[in-house]
């Protein structure tokens, strides 16, 4: 596709729920990102992902959280027993190598655990 | 780990005006510096970018300068227009992929 795209935009759960974002790179860019945004804050490093492995997943905040890359393209996080705190905005990015390269970021999707 | 601080966290501007944000970073290895702008309900978009083999970097309206020694750069936009108005991120990163953004500067330019 033209961009990166993210769905669903947004998305509304109830605390205890199981959710799943799913980001969609730029075609033939190898490298995904996964960041989240807390209101009025710059992203922060969640997991990234080279080819289909997991090469830093250093920013998962603990175990609920787990994301996969199964063909190399179509990424999905997975949050598990949503917490309120898990409210924020969800961004993916790409970029074409890991080299300091572009990264393109997606629309995010905005997740509200209520 | 990178630490990366962004001033001011406001600026508001008058149309034409120029307009200048100031980040530091704490790890000397970072070697890559990119500049993201947000609009609301939007995604960062990479506006420009510098690396550490360059002091300085222009791109029409848009600027950028790096400071290896003191560990900081800066974005300047020059002759401000209302669609300048977003929220700007700096970032750094001395890790191959992973970026350390600073809290972002709402600019608001004023017609």
């Known amino acids: 596709g033209a961009g ?28 995904l990102y996964w960041y989240r ?3 009025g804050q710059g992203p922060e490093f969640l997991i990234y992902f080279q080819g289909t492995g997991a090469a830093d997943d250093s920013g998962l905040p603990n175990d609920r959280f787990f994301a996969v890359r199964p063909e190399g393209s179509v990424s999905t996080l997975k949050i598990q027993r949503t917490e309120r705190g898990d409210s924020a905005v969800y961004l993916c990015a790409s970029s074409s190598t890991e080299q300091n390269t572009e990264a393109f970021f997606g629309q ?3 997740l509200t655990v209520v | 780990g990178e630490n990366v601080e962004q001033h001011p966290s406001t600026l508001s501007v008058q149309e034409g005006d120029s ?28 506006i420009i ?17 790096l400071n290896k020694t003191a560990k ?20 750094a990163t001395s890790g191959r992929y992973k970026l350390s953004f600073g809290a972002g500067t709402t600019v608001t330019v004023r017609a």
């Open chain 2, 19 to 46: 307009a200048v944000i100031k980040c530091t970073y704490s790890d000397s290895a970072s070697n890559y510096f990119p500049w993201y702008k947000q609009e609301l309900g939007k995604g960062p978009q990479l």
């Open chain 1, 108 to 110: 995010g999707t905005r």
């Open chain 2, 72 to 91: 900081h750069f800066s974005l300047h936009i020059t002759e401000t227009q209302p669609e300048d108005s977003a929220v700007y991120f700096c970032a």
């Open chain 1, 4 to 31: 990166v795209s993210q769905t669903p935009s947004n998305k509304v759960t109830e605390k205890g729920k199981y959710v799943e974002l799913r980001c969609d790179p730029i075609s033939g860019h190898t490298a």
């Open chain 2, 49 to 65: 970018d510098i690396r550490s083999n360059v002091g300085e970097k222009k791109d029409q309206r848009i600027a950028v300068t």
């Open chain 1, 37 to 39: 945004q807390s209101l």
